[in-house]
């Protein structure tokens, strides 16, 4: 099976009460959209995330803070194609927030991710490990405490990195999966940090027989 691959990415930062909004388009066939919320307030949450006005859903054990620096992931399987909206919003009042929207096309329609990774620490060098496979794309997420230049890991795509206002950083990379895929980063001053990562998994085995299947019936070279 071919790993799942990756489509468009787009950012939003702020900081204030919200709902935070920024346009994505998603394209392609079999298709999931993750969205990595980072924010600094130890006081409030985030209360929903939609795109297109459908709910996403928090993904199990995503939600990984240092104090008051935090990374939670949403996902959507199925999103509508074309250019729509991102829309999170929060309990409260948020001192800096960073939003990240990463699609990926044939991407598993019913088990979309594996388990989630998370870390915390205060170092230059963010990492987290996470259990994957040939066939899969790692996908991380960081908060970081705003001081200092980041960079990404060796192997890895950068895909955001960005400052949110006066409290934290946020970056966002993606990466092809071994047997266990380290996500990293570097800064270049020691901060506080925390970060949260998975690997998004291919279209099924099953997926693809059922609709090659389809195919030779529908192009008169299958068996009757």
Excluded at 76 to 95: D, E, K, M, R
Excluded at 127 to 148: P, Q, T
Excluded at 203 to 223: D, M, P, Q
Aim: glycine share 12%; net charge negative.
């Amino acid at each position: 099976m071919a790993a799942p691959v990756f489509d468009a990415v787009s950012s939003a930062v702020g900081a204030g009460a919200g709902p935070y909004t920024w346009s994505h388009t998603c394209s392609g066939s079999n298709r999931v959209l993750f969205v990595k919320v980072s924010y600094y307030d130890s006081g409030d949450s985030v209360s929903g995330v939609t795109y297109n006005g459908v709910t996403m859903t928090a993904m199990p054990s995503s939600l990984v803070s240092n104090g008051q620096y935090f990374v939670v992931w949403y996902y959507l399987i199925n999103p509508a194609t074309g250019s729509n909206t991102v829309s999170v919003s929060f309990t409260g009042t948020v001192f800096d927030f960073g939003g990240s929207a990463v699609s990926v096309t044939d991407a598993d329609q019913t088990t979309a991710f594996g388990g989630v990774a998370t870390a915390t620490g205060t170092s230059t060098t963010p990492s987290v490990n996470v259990s994957s496979a040939s066939d899969e794309l790692v996908i991380d997420g960081l908060s970081i405490v705003h001081s200092g230049t980041l960079s990404v890991g060796a192997g890895q795509t950068q895909r955001t990195n960005e400052i949110c206002g006066g409290f934290i950083k946020h970056g966002t990379s993606t990466e092809g999966g071994g047997a266990t895929t380290t996500m990293s980063w570097t800064n270049s001053s020691s901060q506080a940090w925390a970060i949260s990562a998975f690997a998004a998994k291919p279209v099924s085995a099953a997926f693809n027989v059922a609709w090659a299947a389809i195919a030779n019936v529908v192009l008169g070279t299958g068996r009757r």
